[in-house]
Structures are given as structure tokens and as C-alpha cells.
């Protein structure tokens, strides 16, 4: 829970049965349900996926819509659709089956530039749209005014949407002529559909349907979208004991006096607390980092020099450090589970394992997924991590002490070092960033040659100068005894050290290292 009252969508893929699960979700107090059909996407996907996921939007959106009714939730969610979505005639058929929101995916990225050459899982992207590359992205054709105006175009239609007339091709305006004033007002309203007198022959996958399907249920009398009202407030959803609610390790250390005073205070403030954590404690941070953002913005603490530091003891719970903010240092003397600093923005998250055990070999601090999607911050582990490490990490910087299979996979941005051994699969989908190995083994079987390379970190480099002072950093905060060693054996650990960029590319430091040759500089 990052903010109670922040809005949560959840998106459902359209299927037999969807209606039942649109109840659950309901009633679970989401805002907003998102039906989506097996249209639409770039195509740049298995196959199988593309022709066998999932059903027609309508199927989805109409069972959802009745079942919500029926149980009378339908208030409660806003409604959203999605799925192959282009016309304003899609938008006024949606919406008489149930729908206030539309998703326009495809079409939105055809109208800003791309021209479907379904590599976008490639980094070669002709056009610059889903590219890292520079000289590919010098390509981009597009202006945001001409996004801006294909919106224009489909709201025009939607308000003048027409459909032929057996005894003219002239268009005919429908809305305005059904006395309808506004697209609220066709919300739900079934009896503006019928099915049509002779399907289309030419439609093979159409011809055992039958579209009277489509067009039974009830129709309310009244509608409140709920758009019109706040977001559910979750914390009302939490368990209960003896009739008082139950409140998280987040929720605790938020309603301490220091903390109350360091988010409401403007001067610059450093506040330290210590905590015991177990892994029922999930998400810890999460809360936090999102009331420092509603409270401080995006630069977090650090805006007005302020800090604030919570030190653990346990076993942390799944997803720790999650939405970590800028000036927060979150530190576990202890181990943690998968999803360490997920999505985190800012900060440092330390995970120093327990320090009474004797290490035979290196431990296993965390679990699989750790530093998902991060954007920004800084995370030390001092042991070995599962599978998936950093994946999708777009700026963040992450140092483990072994990592598992598909390291760095679809990472954009960011810096991974790995002071161990690795799994398989090495920088698959990896179109950004930069990765340390240091001490893997078999790399030539381990690194996934399709989307990266790999080349020795050279003596005296801007790189090697950039590795050592990290490792130092996380010596300094774990007290890594692995990390001790590396430094106390430098010219050792550069011979067993690589950098890993992706295919294309030249690494961040090259330019240093060319113009220190050039010049005869030594880094120090």
C-alpha cells in the first residue's frame, strides 16, 4: 500500500468467467477494472500468444458489466476497455456495453510514429521509438501534435458516430438523434444496440457466434460513475483484531513523533530508528516512500537536506524497500525475501545478512526479482541473490555477491555488479546500462550473446576506478568480508573482472579511457 487513498486499477484479461472475477476485485475495493481484448499489441510476440490469448473485448466487457450489476457493484469501479480500439465508433459501442474509459494502445503509437516493424524486443527499432540506441532514436519522425490531433479526430466521431442506412450512404448522426447528450448517458444502455439482419460470410471465426448474447442483461435505471467520487480509502480493508485495525510496520513507524515532525518540518532533519522485522512484513517502506512523495515530491528528503534511516532486525517480508524515496536509508541485519527494492527511486537499501552465523560459503540473502524496475537509488547485499536480478532496472545501481539465472534481463539503465559466481542467461533483452561480473565462471555459456558482450575491465581504466570505488562503498555498509578481500587483491580481482554492455553500444567510460591513453593520465 504506497498511498491509502491513491486510485488502483486492475486489469483483466476478457474470458469466460472474467465476470466472476470482476466481482472479487470489486468488492476488494479496487477503482478501476480494465477489460482487455485479444487485439491490438505491436506483435512483438510469441506466435501463439498473439492468436490464442484471451477472447474479443466485447465478450469480456459485456459479462463484466452485467455480472457488476447484478451484484450490485457497478458503482463502485469505473470501468475501462481495451483491445484494438480506434475508432470513435469503437468508443460509442463500447460504451453502450458497459465501458466509461478506453485504452488506445496500437493506434496511439502508430498516430506518434511507429510503423510496426514488430522488433521492438530487439533494440533496433527503425523509427527510434523502442530503442536505447542514440542513432536510432535521431530517427524519431513524430510531433506530440499529431497524437494530439488523432484524439480529436476520434472524440469528433464519437459525437457525430454514424452508421449506413440500408436506403442511403449518407452518414447518420446517431447520439444526437437518440436525445442523448453526453457519452455518460449511453453508459450501460443496451437497447441502443441490435444485432445485425446477415453477419458478415467473409468472417470465418464469426459465424457460429451468436451476438444475441451480447445484448441481454439489465439496463439501470440510473448510473453514478464512480470517477465522480474519491478512490477507496484501503486502509479500511485491513483485518481487524477485537474491532481495532490492524496496523503495518510502515503505519507504525510513520505515526512516530520523529517521523510526523521530519514530513511536516521544512528545516533540514536526520532521524534514526531501529525496528525488529519478520516476513509477515511486507512492503515494508512502501508506505513510507509514497507518503514522503505525496509530502516532499520527487527529490524526496533530500530536497531540503533532510534524512531518514530505519534499521531492521529479522527476517524482512516479500517486496522490502519497495518505492524506496531519495534521502531514506532502509537496512536489514538479517536476510530478506524475493522483490528487494522494487521499483525504488531513491535512497539505499542495505541488506547485510546475519552476521552471528559462520560463513562457510557465501549466503543467500534475498530471493528472486530483487531491484524490479528501479529507477534510481542504491542497493548493497552482502551474499547471494535468486533468480532475475535487476530486471527491467532502469537507473538504479545493485551489488550483490552471486546472482542467479537471467541477470540484468530487460534492463535499460542502471549499473549491476556481482562479486561471485552467476546463472545462465546473462543480459537477455538488455538494451541499457552496464553490468560488473567479477568471478563468473563458463561466461561464454552463461552470457546470452544475442543482445550483449562482454570485455576485461582494464588496469588503470575510468571503469576500474568506478568498480573499485563501489565495492569500497559496499564494504563500508555490509562489512562484506568477500568485499575486503577483492580490494586487499586488486591486480587479482581486475583479471577475473568484466563489463558487460549491450550489443552496439560502447560503454559510458570508453570516452574516458581513450583521452587518458591519449594523454598519458594515470587514474588514481
Not at 468488492?27 to 477494472?33: E, G, R
Not at 444496440?193 to 460470410?201: I, V
Not at 507504525?252 to 531501529?274: F, M, N, R, W, Y
Not at 532496472?393 to 561471485?420: C, K, P
Amino acid at each position: 500500500m504506497v498511498h491509502p487513498t491513491a486510485g488502483v486499477s486492475v486489469k483483466l484479461v476478457s474470458e469466460v468467467g472474467i465476470g466472476t472475477v470482476a466481482c472479487g476485485v470489486a468488492k476488494a475495493n479496487a477503482d478501476v477494472i480494465q477489460v482487455s481484448g485479444h487485439d491490438g499489441g505491436t506483435g512483438a510476440s510469441p506466435l501463439s500468444s498473439i492468436k490464442h490469448a484471451g477472447s474479443p473485448w466485447e465478450l469480456g466487457l459485456t459479462e463484466v458489466h452485467q455480472s457488476l450489476v447484478e451484484n450490485g457493484l457497478r458503482e463502485k469501479v469505473t470501468l475501462r476497455v481495451d483491445g484494438g480500439i480506434k475508432t470513435g465508433w469503437d468508443v460509442v459501442l463500447g460504451a453502450a456495453m458497459g465501458a466509461e474509459e478506453f485504452g488506445f494502445g496500437t493506434i496511439a503509437m502508430i498516430a506518434s510514429g511507429c510503423v510496426m516493424a514488430r522488433v521492438c524486443h530487439l533494440n533496433t527499432c527503425p523509427v527510434g521509438v523502442t530503442t536505447q540506441r542514440m542513432d536510432l532514436r535521431e530517427k524519431f519522425p513524430a510531433d506530440p501534435e499529431h497524437v494530439v490531433q488523432y484524439f480529436q479526430f476520434v472524440a469528433d466521431e464519437t459525437r457525430q458516430v454514424w452508421r449506413p442506412s440500408a436506403f442511403s450512404a449518407a452518414p447518420r448522426v446517431v447520439l444526437a438523434s437518440l436525445g442523448k447528450r453526453s457519452l455518460d448517458e449511453v453508459i450501460g444502455d443496451l437497447s441502443l444496440l441490435k444485432c445485425r439482419a446477415t453477419p458478415n460470410p467473409n468472417v470465418e471465426k464469426t459465424t457460429s457466434l451468436s451476438p444475441e448474447v451480447l445484448l441481454r442483461g439489465e439496463i439501470p435505471e440510473s448510473f453514478d460513475p464512480h470517477r465522480n467520487h474519491a478512490a477507496h480509502h484501503v486502509s479500511g480493508a485491513h483485518p481487524e483484531l477485537h474491532g481495532v485495525p490492524l496496523k503495518t510496520l510502515d503505519d507504525e513507524i510513520l505515526e512516530t513523533p520523529e517521523v510526523k515532525e521530519l514530513l511536516s518540518g521544512s528545516g533540514a532533519q536526520q532521524v534514526t530508528l531501529t525496528r525488529d522485522v519478520k516476513n509477515t512484513d511486507r512492503t515494508v517502506g512502501g508506505r513510507i516512500g509514497g507518503e514522503i512523495a505525496a509530502v516532499k515530491g520527487a527529490d524526496g528528503l533530500e530536497g531540503d537536506g533532510s534524512s531518514l534511516t530505519v534499521i531492521f532486525t529479522g527476517t524482512a517480508g516479500q517486496s522490502f524497500g519497495a518505492f524506496t524515496m531519495p534521502g531514506t536509508t532502509l537496512t536489514v541485519e538479517g536476510d530478506a525475501n524475493d522483490y528487494v527494492a522494487k521499483s525504488m527511486a531513491g535512497g539505499v537499501v542495505e541488506i547485510r545478512g546475519h552476521r552471528h552465523k559462520e560463513e562457510t560459503s557465501t549466503p543467500v540473502v534475498a530471493g528472486n526479482t530483487c531491484l524490479y524496475g528501479a529507477t534510481g537509488g542504491k542497493l548493497f547485499m552482502r551474499g547471494a541473490v535468486g533468480e532475475r536480478f535487476g530486471v527491467r532496472n532502469s537507473g538504479a545501481l545493485g551489488v550483490v555477491e552471486g546472482a542467479g539465472d537471467h541477470l540484468a534481463e530487460y534492463q535499460t539503465g542502471g549499473t549491476l555488479i556481482v562479486l561471485g559466481d552467476t546463472g545462465k542467461n546473462i543480459g537477455s533483452g538488455m538494451t541499457g546500462g552496464i553490468v560488473f561480473l567479477v568471478g563468473t565462471e563458463d561466461l561464454d555459456d552463461k552470457v546470452n550473446t544475442e543482445y550483449v558482450g562482454y570485455t576485461p575491465v582494464q588496469q588503470d581504466s575510468a571503469a576500474a576506478e568506478f568498480l573499485r570505488n563501489t565495492i569500497a562503498e559496499h564494504f563500508e555498509r555490509t562489512g562484506s568480508s568477500k568485499a575486503e578481500s577483492l580490494l586487499a587483491n586488486w591486480a587479482e580481482t581486475l583479471e577475473k573482472a568484466v563489463e558487460v554492455i549491450p550489443n552496439g553500444q560502447t560503454s559510458p567510460f570508453a570516452s574516458v579511457v581513450e583521452s587518458d591513453s591519449l594523454l598519458g593520465v594515470r587514474q588514481r
